[in-house]
């Protein structure tokens, strides 16, 4: 079973709108970590926001903020004031904890498109 | 700080042969993971090393292989190599044990095999 959902393969948004791309995840631990990463075209992955499971307050990274909803399983990633330079693909994650540091499991990923 | 780097940053390979791939963790940083990444089957975890300790691994061959040096840095290496291993191959740098630290990736190294 997949751990990890992104269910929206594509989405499209105009400049300077508000963007939120969806992630749901499955575990059986109470500790994890969510991740959310960006990936253009050049390949490189950069980190945007990370979520522990046991902090109460939304992550928030300049216009990321990650929507974290524990009970639903839920951690959707929202970009407010969208610019050309978000148009990638990006990855939601999660690191369980009989994991250590750097093992991460990955969804499919969403190719976010910003038109002018 | 310096990020994590990775190299060489491609590769031309020929179906058979063999190659080592490296990658460099950020400073103090002790976790190093190897993920191979397709069109067909995303992102896929490889293995993990941890103070020079394979920790995790992942659902590959054995044809993939991995070690990690004192100083962090971490190679990998993939045998007889096979078309399908066509890839951008990404590493992942991170710190201590544990939920809240953060993980950190370099450029990757886009292996073709021909």
């Known amino acids: 079973a997949q751990k990890i959902t992104q269910t929206q393969p594509g989405m499209f948004v105009q400049e300077k709108e508000a963007v939120t791309l969806d992630c749901t995840y499955d575990?059986?631990?109470?500790?994890?970590?969510l991740f959310w990463y960006k990936q253009p075209s050049s390949g490189e992955m950069i980190f945007l926001i990370y979520q522990g499971s046991y902090d109460e307050q939304n992550a928030t990274e300049g216009r990321y903020s990650l929507n974290f909803q524990k009970a639903r399983k839920s951690a959707n990633l929202v970009i407010s004031a969208s610019q050309l330079g978000d148009s990638a693909m990006y990855f939601c994650?999660?690191?369980?904890?009989?994991?250590?540091?750097?093992?991460?499991?990955f969804g499919k990923g969403t190719t976010l498109s910003v038109s002018s | 700080k310096a990020g994590v780097t990775q190299t060489p940053r491609y590769l031309i390979k020929t179906r058979g042969q063999q190659v080592t791939l490296s990658c460099s963790p950020i400073s103090g940083h002790r976790s190093v993971s190897w993920y191979q990444q397709t069109p067909g089957q995303g992102l896929q975890f490889l293995f993990e090393y941890f103070s020079e300790t394979q920790r995790n691994k992942g659902n590959f061959p054995g044809r993939f292989s991995g070690r990690q040096f004192s100083n962090s840095r971490s190679e990998m290496n993939v045998s007889t190599l096979e078309l399908g291993d066509s890839a951008l191959y990404l590493c992942?740098?991170?710190?201590?044990?544990?939920?809240?630290?953060?993980?950190?990736f370099g450029q990757g190294t886009r292996l073709t095999v021909v």
């Open positions: 994650a999660m690191r369980e904890a009989n994991q250590a540091g750097t093992a991460l499991i």
């Open positions: 992942a740098s991170g710190g201590e044990l544990g939920e809240n630290t953060e993980a950190f």
């Open positions: 575990t059986s631990d109470q500790s994890y970590g």
